[in-house]
């Protein structure tokens, strides 16, 4: 094909996707495959956010902790009623940690983020960003696919082209046009996903925009070219474990078991899909009040938490499907367990001044003006990959590259200690595929291949690329035996909470 077909043919393509989207699922009958529009029973099986399980759920709620969440809401009714007092700046600390009401998560997150204040400070610039969507985006197929594979296991999206689907595309496609250094990255659909839970589409759009481009957030620096967020934060979360669980750190080191390869979802999405949602809603609300130092407190306090079960497992595949996918399904402890400690981590990094990565740098935040329109190029526009690297993603390579040696170090001095010649180098292999899979985060969403003398086939980055974070565990499959639950000893306090395991 020419250049002129190739630009045709993408034009068409983007019209096409979009027509479907404002077209809705009610006037797509009998156009929806099969595989794109699974059928489910909803009966005893939906929970009350909204996910579909595949087994009988347990049974209701206990009267005392509906009576305890009803008392609750009445409070933050009046508060959010006197929300600039300082009344409520007293209160607001102590009452996040004990859990915002479901039903009052929409406007305690909109307080938090001041998404009125920007909205109304940026009329008509969504609708606008939107219309400019449709006409230039060249990120609209990988939204579109993300589309249809974010929460797939809950009623608002699990139906294809449903309402919460049709919005979701359109704040992903909006914002891929509000901040073009960023353009769309395949972890913001998770983001979005759960603000439109709690949002309507302006406002989680918004929302999203204050979670990327605000400094008490600054997740614009995980997305763009290079991810030095990514970078910045795995040093540090190296540095707690050094100093804080230096035997787990060692056993990390003697399987081959860099913190990118378990821990990408926890920075990427602030635990989104790594922890039961329950537990992410109580952790999105203090980080939407507390911002940055939340996820690098809650990282520690996983493995803190769990610290005994993971030193009984001696093979990095098992390790990763624990942290990944069992703890997912099945945390051990209950949320208010785990929100009291993850409160005395605060603490403790905050003793150790490491509770707090610093500032972001200039480069981590955005450089050009947001919502001001820039025309791709004809190659972005075509979808065509860039030959070469650029200096940022060589320097992200490199240190990746630096990463791997520095285990691979450890890995030859533990050799006398249990770790095998042959386990280590099926180490390395298993990292070597990960720093792949981390150097393809952001690819283009062409059909065109690249110059295959690359040596990951493709650049890191192409301006409005698209990012594919390979975050699934390694052996999806695995079958685990549950480990047992730690045990903690700490001294009496009257205000902690009791130390449960969770019975489901």
């Known amino acids: 094909m020419n250049e002129e077909a190739l630009l045709a043919r993408a ?53 005392q902790k ?24 007293e209160k607001l600390h102590r009452r996040i940690y004990k859990g915002i009401p479901n039903s009052l998560r929409i406007k305690v997150w ?34 579109d696919s993300d589309v249809n594979r974010q929460f797939r296991e809950h009623q608002f999206y699990r139906e294809r082209y449903s309402e919460k689907q049709c919005s979701l595309f359109n704040v992903l496609c909006a914002y891929s046009m509000y901040n073009s250094e960023v353009g769309y990255c395949q972890g913001m659909s998770g983001l979005a ?35 030095p967020k990514l970078t910045r934060f795995l040093e540090h979360h190296d540095k707690i474990l050094t100093k804080f669980m230096p035997k787990l ?16 979802k926890w920075f990427f999405v602030c635990f989104v899909e790594r922890v039961p949602f329950s537990l992410c809603l109580r952790v999105w609300d203090i980080y939407l009040l507390d911002g940055e130092r939340v996820v690098t407190a809650m990282a520690y306090n996983i493995l803190k938490l769990h610290k005994k079960a993971i030193m009984k497992l001696n093979d990095m595949d098992l390790i990763v499907n624990y942290i990944q996918v069992k703890l997912h399904k099945d945390f051990g402890f209950e949320d208010d367990f785990v929100i009291y400690q993850l409160e005395r981590s605060m603490d403790e990094l905050k003793r150790a001044k490491l509770d707090y990565p610093g500032q972001p740098p200039p480069t981590e935040l955005p450089k050009r003006q947001l919502g001001i329109f820039v025309e791709p190029d004809k190659k972005q526009k075509i ?58 985060l952001r690819v283009s969403q062409s059909d065109t291949v690249s110059d295959g003398n690359s040596p990951y086939g493709v650049p890191l980055h192409n301006s ?41």
């Not at 979009?18 to 529009?37: A, K, M, S, T």
């Not at 204040?117 to 990988?142: C, H, I, Y």
């Not at 603000?195 to 990327?212: P, R």
């Open 11 to 63: 034009s068409e393509e983007r019209e096409r996707i979009f027509q479907r989207y404002e077209r809705g699922r009610e006037n797509l009958v009998g156009q929806i495959d099969p595989w794109e529009d699974p059928e489910f029973e909803e009966y005893h099986k939906t929970d009350r956010y909204g996910f579909i399980h595949d087994e009988r759920l347990p049974q209701k709620t206990g009267s």
């Open 66 to 89: 509906v009576n305890i969440e009803v008392e609750r809401e009445k409070k933050w009714v009046k508060m959010l009623g006197n929300w600039d007092t300082s009344a409520t700046k």
């Open 110 to 143: 909109c307080k938090l983020m001041d998404v009125n204040k920007v909205k109304s400070a940026n009329p008509g610039k969504f609708q606008e960003m939107l219309k400019l969507a449709k006409l230039w985006s060249t990120d609209v197929r990988q939204i």
């Open 193 to 227: 996903g759960v603000l439109l839970m709690y949002m309507d589409e302006e406002d989680a759009f918004w929302a999203l925009a204050v979670l990327l481009s605000d400094k008490k957030y600054a997740m614009h620096g995980l997305y763009i070219e290079g991810f």
């Open 249 to 264: 750190k060692h056993h990390f080191d003697k399987f081959g078991l860099d913190a990118i390869l378990y821990s990408l």
């Open 383 to 440: 979808g065509q990959r860039a030959e070469n690297f650029s200096e940022t993603e060589k320097q992200a390579r490199a240190t990746v590259i630096l990463r791997e040696r520095g285990i691979s170090y450890n890995d030859t001095v533990l050799t006398g200690t249990g770790a095998t010649v042959n386990s280590i180098q099926g180490n390395l292999l298993k990292r070597e595929k990960a720093e792949m899979e981390l150097h393809e």
């Open 464 to 504: 409005n690329a698209t990012m594919d974070i390979h975050l699934e565990s390694p052996s999806p499959n695995l079958s685990l035996v549950r480990p047992c639950a730690p045990t903690f000893n700490f001294l009496v306090n009257k205000t902690k909470p009791k130390k449960r395991r969770s019975k489901h």
